[in-house]
């Protein structure tokens, strides 16, 4: 039986469903109304079984890993002091194939591995292990070698010490002194125990105007919000992030810049995060999160993620995505591009005796909506302007496919 490539239009939703963000339905039981009045439960959102069982139709037991390319072109960016990878001219160049060598660095390695599949039923699973490389890309491919995710392990200038530290100790310092104050937004519980402080774009729920703004928690500390990410670390970490993305994801880093400039022409805003319009900083020292779908991000897009603290790695905080079937182990300084509004997710906990914290950025779906729209809710859409969306949304979602790169 021939499997959907992730290229074909519909083969993951059916396109009359929005190709930006999950929708929300209303229970007519009062306590699940509750619930899911915010998006919040994996049941409140319509539309989206279909999408998710297409998506794990095609992705369990077929997804695989690929050591992606290292010997790139690195041009140096002087703003960030970072050298970021740029994709390849052909494919020839650089050969894309499985390694064949050993995949487990160590028989510790292979027995937590074993473990952790033991532990947590998923014994079906893929474990992708880290290789100790620094600044080594493994890139996450279906069955018809499109990249939907990848990993970047923390390179040398991230673990590298200073006078001050390094980069990990001073990103975790910085943010440990902005959420001391108790000024973080607080714990959201569906996501797990740990504290979270977001600060981005939002087209926010109940806001008398759908239009994209600044999240009142930003707005009320937007001095020291600015002052953090303009420290020197962040603007490195962001250079970072921004080079792997370009790199790799070429055409949907070209379609966030344009969303960015179209911000700043038209509303006079920015993008807080780097390539990205948001972000969370995860704290609380064992940061885990539990089974989630981002159903905010945009749904054919990626969020990144930052992983910092003092833990072993092959012991806990791996991601896990259940309908690609993956354990990705993910390491203190490590980078992590993965389809979070597509995908279930969760960490494994690091258990005793470490620390792990982590950032998350990412760009709202309803924001590339309002650009799509051209700054306009769907409320205020006439009849023959819906019509033409509703028209539109096989096309939007073939536009979106094709940014997931074949390698």
Same mark, same amino acid.
């Given at each position: 039986e021939s499997q959907p490539t992730l290229m074909t239009p519909g083969s993951l939703a059916p396109p009359s469903t929005s190709p930006y963000v999950a929708t929300k339905k209303r229970s007519s039981d009062s306590s699940a109304s509750t619930q899911s009045r915010a998006g919040k439960t994996l049941e409140g959102k319509a539309g989206v079984k279909a999408k998710r069982a297409a998506t794990a139709a095609h992705y369990r037991g077929q997804a695989?890993?690929?050591p992606l390319p290292a010997t790139l072109s690195r041009p140096s960016d002087k703003s960030t002091g970072f050298t970021g990878p740029q994709a390849p001219t052909s494919p020839a160049e650089t050969p894309l194939v499985p390694e064949e060598a050993r995949p487990y660095l160590n028989i510790q390695q292979r027995r937590e591995a074993k473990r952790i599949k033991e532990e947590h039923g998923l014994a079906d699973y893929t474990y992708i292990p880290r290789t100790g490389l620094g600044g080594k890309v493994t890139g996450l491919t279906d069955s018809c070698g499109h990249l939907f995710?990848?990993?970047?392990?923390?390179?040398?200038?991230?673990?590298?010490?200073?006078?001050?530290?390094?980069? $990990?100790?001073?990103v975790e310092k910085l943010?440990?002194?902005?959420?001391?104050?108790?000024?973080n937004e607080g714990r959201n519980l569906l996501r797990g125990q740990h504290l979270g402080s977001k600060a981005?774009?939002?087209r926010e729920m109940g806001a008398p105007v759908r239009i994209p703004m600044y999240n009142k928690y930003y707005k009320s500390r937007k001095e020291e919000w600015d002052g953090l990410l303009a420290k020197p670390v962040f603007q490195r970490l962001h250079g970072r992030m921004e080079g792997v993305f370009n790199g790799y994801f070429r055409d949907m880093s070209l379609s966030y810049k344009r969303l960015e400039k179209a911000l700043k022409d038209d509303l006079d805003l920015r993008f807080l995060g780097g390539p990205f319009a948001s972000l969370c900083l995860n704290t609380g020292d064992n940061v885990a999160t539990r089974r989630h779908r981002d159903a905010l991000n $945009?749904?054919?897009?990626?969020?990144?993620?930052?992983?910092?603290?003092?833990?072993d790695s092959r012991v806990g905080g791996h991601l896990v995505l259940e309908e690609a079937k993956v354990i990705i182990e993910l390491g203190a300084g490590d980078l992590c591009f993965i389809p979070s509004g597509m995908f279930t997710h969760w960490n494994i906990p690091i258990g005793k005796g470490g620390r792990r914290n982590s950032i998350a950025y990412w760009t709202s779906g309803n924001v590339f909506l309002w650009e799509e729209l051209a700054g306009k809710p769907k409320s205020q859409?006439?009849?023959?302007?819906?019509?033409?969306?509703?028209?539109?949304k096989r096309e939007v979602w073939a536009l979106l496919l094709s940014h997931f790169p074949l390698v």
């Open positions: 695989s890993f690929v995710a990848l990993r970047e392990e923390a390179p040398e200038w991230v673990l590298k010490g200073g006078r001050n530290g390094n980069v $990990l100790q001073k943010v440990n002194d902005f959420t001391s104050d108790g000024k981005g774009v939002f $945009l749904l054919l897009g990626l969020c990144c993620i930052f992983v910092n603290g003092t833990f859409l006439s009849l023959d302007e819906l019509a033409e969306w509703e028209g539109r």
